[in-house]
T-cell receptor, first 116, second 115 residues
Framework: GAVVSQHPSWVICKSGTSVKIECRSL??????MFWYRQFPKQSLMLMAT?????????EQGVEKDKFLINHASLTLSTLTVTSAHPEDSSFYIC????????????FGPGTRLTVL | ELKVEQNPLFLSMQEGKNYTIYCNYS?????LYWYRQDPGKSLESLFV?????AVKQEGRLMASLDTKARLSTLHITAAVHDLSATYFC???????????????FGQGTILTVHP
């Protein structure tokens, strides 16, 4: 089955620093990946859609200058949280769309970000 | 705008009992998903429902879809402690435009099964 990995699985950083999270599709090519954020005991909220070779599209209310997305290849998308603050602490989950599996989304294991 | 509502949001069950989680959505969709999430973990796919009247079963869980009522149910039969988790339904936007293919999640149902 389609496998999606994320790295790192958890990260702790100081306020004001930038953090990069990687999302990889391991056994398929993904022209589209999605980034979600999940606060404790809440649902998943879509942040942005990452498209290979083009700019990401962001959901309303998501600051594109704060959450930089780069989809440089068919198997890798990165999310950089710039100048992180404690309110950015959250669980970030990516998913990748597999065209050969009826465009189903496969979810990564998530990255827990804690900003001190 | 596609909205997805689950109920109940919290469910405390005794082992051996049956219960149903409901998922209502606001606009037409071509796919509905059920996921399980354990604390600190990502999503585990349970079911994909594609058509009206679809019913899928895996172990003690059974999911169904009524596209006319825009309603899906996740039925739990003879609950066991291992089923304790948060369950999400998600609906795929099939309306076209920039939102096509995006998933909208319900609020989640936190299920706790007691001995």
């Amino acid at each position: 089955g389609a496998v999606v990995s994320q790295h790192p699985s958890w990260v702790i950083c100081k306020s004001g620093t930038s953090v990069k999270i990687e999302c990889r599709s391991l056994d398929f090519q993904a022209t589209t990946m999605f980034w979600y954020r999940q606060f404790p005991k809440q649902s998943l909220m879509l942040m942005a859609t990452s498209n290979e070779g083009s700019k990401a599209t962001y959901e309303q209310g998501v600051e594109k200058d704060k959450f930089l997305i780069n989809h440089a290849s068919l198997t890798l998308s990165t999310l950089t949280v710039t100048s992180a603050h404690p309110e950015d602490s959250s669980f970030y989950i990516c998913s990748a769309k597999d065209r050969s599996s009826y465009n189903e989304q496969f979810f990564g294991p998530g990255t827990r970000l804690t900003v001190l | 705008e596609l909205k997805v509502e689950q109920n109940p949001l919290f469910l405390s069950m005794q082992e051996g009992k049956n219960y149903t989680i409901y998922c209502n959505y606001s606009t037409t969709s071509d796919r509905l998903y059920w996921y399980r999430q354990d604390p600190g973990k990502s999503l585990e796919s349970l079911f994909v429902l594609l058509s009206n009247g679809a019913v899928k079963q895996e172990g003690r869980l059974m999911a169904s879809l009524d596209t006319k009522a825009r309603l899906s149910t996740l039925h739990i039969t003879a609950a066991v402690h291992d089923l304790s988790a948060t369950y999400f339904c998600a609906v795929r936007n099939s309306a076209g435009g920039t939102s096509y293919g995006k998933l909208t999640f319900g609020q989640g149902t936190i299920l706790t099964v007691h001995p």
